[in-house]
Every structure is written in structure tokens, then in C-alpha cells.
């Protein structure tokens, strides 16, 4: 007798699944099904140009991509729940490895105000911390894989910014930073860098950030996709 139909179906099945678990302070909670982009907590996302949806396949769960400078997500024109003025928690879960100089993520530009991610080499990203005339960079050190899905973490606590990839060594920068709130919040690429490949979740919350919290970020993550890291 054939009993597939008995076969537990992937994690992601179930209504409101993610791969991160929310806490009580989380501001926005982005992941993709049924070819659209979704925000548990009714942000509002739109997206420029046409992104790429990708199928589920085994425990991945839907996602998309390859974003591109034409092709991105965009939140609000400037003001909006993501310019943190103190402590906070964010993760990215991508694809395989992207090209050097990708930007998932900005809410901020390059000596004037807010945040932005950068992959610079396949074994690192930097959160760059920005004020006027000035950065600084919290660099995260690690192993990029291929064929599965990478974690970006990053975050500030008590003034001090950090980031870490795939559960690896956190770095760390107190450069001074001034609140982005007249910039405006991309995920993906924006008009001016290279898209990822893949996008698979990404979640922010006022919580601070905290080393024991990018662990536990991350062994969810493991727990759900399998990844060797």
C-alpha cells in the first residue's frame, strides 16, 4: 500500500510559518508566497520593477529574485517603522553566493545618514554606519555557501553596531550615526547597486541586538532549511 499522502508536508506549509520566530517587539517581517511578497505585519512594501518569484523546492520556502538596480523592493519615501533611532535586531536569509558589491539592504546613503549592507567578498559583508561626512563599518567575517541559504544578522545595542554571517564571528563598530528618516528603505538592490540572487525572509525588531539573539536566529533557520552551517 502506498502511504505518501501520509508524508508530512514542508515546514513552510503551514499558514504564517517563517523561518524566524518573532518576538514582541518586531517591526516588520518580510517572506513570499504564492508568487507575492507578504509583511506579517501589514508594512507596506512595493516593488520597483519586476522581481523574479521563486518556487518552493523541498524545505525552501518560496522566495525571490535575482533583484537587480531596476528590479527591488521599496518602503515608503523616507520616514518609516525601520528608522530605528536606538537599539534593534534585523536578519536576511538569501540565496547562494552573491557577486561582490551587492547592497540587500539600505536605509541610508554613504556619508549622510542610516544604514546599508554590503557584500564585498564571498566570505564577508559590512553594516555601514553613517553620519554626515563620516562611516563606519561593522564587518562581518565567514563562509559564504553555495547551493543553500546564508544568514545575514545585524543590529545596535547601547550605541554599538554589529552584523555576523551564518552564526560566524561578530563585528562590531561605534561610529556615530544620524537616524535615516529622509531616506528611503530598499531590499534586494536599490537604483544604484547590484541586486542578490535570492531573497528567502528578512525581519526587524526594536529589540536590541545581541549576540545570544543572532544564535538563536540562526539555529532556527538551520533547523528549517538543513544548512551546513
Request: hydrophobic share 35%; with cysteine; net charge positive.
Amino acid at each position: 500500500m502506498n502511504y505518501g499522502w501520509l508524508k508530512t508536508p514542508p515546514w513552510w506549509k503551514k499558514s504564517g510559518a517563517t523561518l524566524i520566530t518573532p518576538d514582541g517587539n518586531v517591526v516588520s517581517q518580510v517572506y513570499w508566497r504564492n508568487g507575492a511578497l507578504v509583511d506579517a505585519q501589514s508594512v507596506g512594501w512595493a516593488m520597483q520593477g519586476t522581481v523574479p518569484q521563486i518556487g518552493a523546492s523541498g524545505v525552501f520556502p518560496p522566495g525571490a529574485g535575482p533583484c537587480s538596480n531596476v528590479n527591488y523592493y521599496k518602503l515608503g519615501t523616507g520616514n518609516d517603522v525601520l528608522d530605528f533611532a536606538g537599539n534593534f535586531f534585523a536578519a536576511i536569509v538569501l540565496g547562494s553566493n552573491p557577486p561582490n558589491g551587492n547592497l540587500p539592504y539600505s536605509n541610508g546613503g554613504y556619508q549622510v545618514s542610516g544604514l546599508y549592507l554590503t557584500i564585498y567578498n564571498p566570505g564577508s559583508f559590512y553594516l555601514s554606519v553613517n553620519s554626515a561626512g563620516a562611516q563606519g563599518n561593522a564587518i562581518a567575517s565567514g563562509t559564504w555557501y553555495s547551493g543553500t541559504a546564508n544568514l545575514l544578522c545585524f543590529g545596535c545595542s547601547g550605541g554599538i553596531y554589529y552584523a555576523a554571517l551564518n552564526a560566524g564571528s561578530v563585528g562590531s563598530s561605534a561610529a556615530a550615526y544620524v537616524n535615516g528618516t529622509t531616506q528611503q528603505c530598499y531590499l534586494g538592490s536599490n537604483a544604484a547597486n547590484p541586486g542578490v540572487n535570492c531573497l528567502y525572509e528578512a525581519y526587524w525588531t526594536s529589540t536590541a541586538w545581541s549576540t545570544g539573539l543572532a544564535n538563536g536566529t540562526a539555529a532556527s533557520v538551520r533547523a528549517k532549511l538543513k544548512t551546513p552551517w
